[in-house]
């Protein structure tokens, strides 16, 4: 009798602690949530693109997201992309980001920046976001960066 009893314990504290919580969700109000697609044109055999073949390299994109994205190359086929507006801004002109190196950084008068390998802020950094993640798929040499 004891047995049925502790498994029902323990499946409940499974079940409860599995539940998602949104109160901590990172939904930032200040980059719009724009649905693009790259689709087929982010081809790495072509030389404006090759770079992303090799590990620790990046692409800017523009024309993507809010002001554009950066493509970075983790190696191992593996890629992440971020939007490069500074998530703790309300976008304006100097909320844009210039990508150096793995630092994004912005130019309003905070100067945040950014990790572009995690989206982390780096230390002095203002605000509670990181940098807007974008979902990335590889098929062979073409890398597919979009947001539903």
């Given amino acids: 009798m004891l047995k049925p009893l502790f498994t029902i314990i323990f499946c409940s504290i499974l079940v409860l602690s599995c539940q998602k919580n949104d109160d901590n969700d990172n939904n930032n109000n ?17 030389p404006q693109y090759n770079d992303l073949q090799f590990p620790s390299n990046h692409l800017v994109l523009n ?19 971020f939007e ?17 190196g793995i630092s994004a950084t912005c130019n ?17 950094t203002t605000g509670q976001y990181s940098l807007k993640p974008y ?6 040499s073409v890398i597919r960066v979009y947001n539903n």
């Fill in 135 to 140: 979902f990335v798929e590889v098929n062979g």
């Fill in 108 to 124: 309003c008068d905070d100067g945040n920046s950014y990790n572009i390998v995690n989206g982390a802020p780096f230390d002095g």
């Fill in 63 to 81: 024309g993507f997201g809010y002001n554009g994205i950066v493509i970075y190359s983790a190696g191992n086929n593996q890629y992440v992309a």
């Fill in 84 to 100: 490069i507006t500074d998530p703790n801004h309300a976008p304006s002109n100097c909320s844009s980001l210039n990508i150096e």
């Fill in 30 to 46: 200040f980059i719009p949530n724009i649905a693009f697609d790259t689709l087929n044109s982010i081809n790495t055999t072509l």
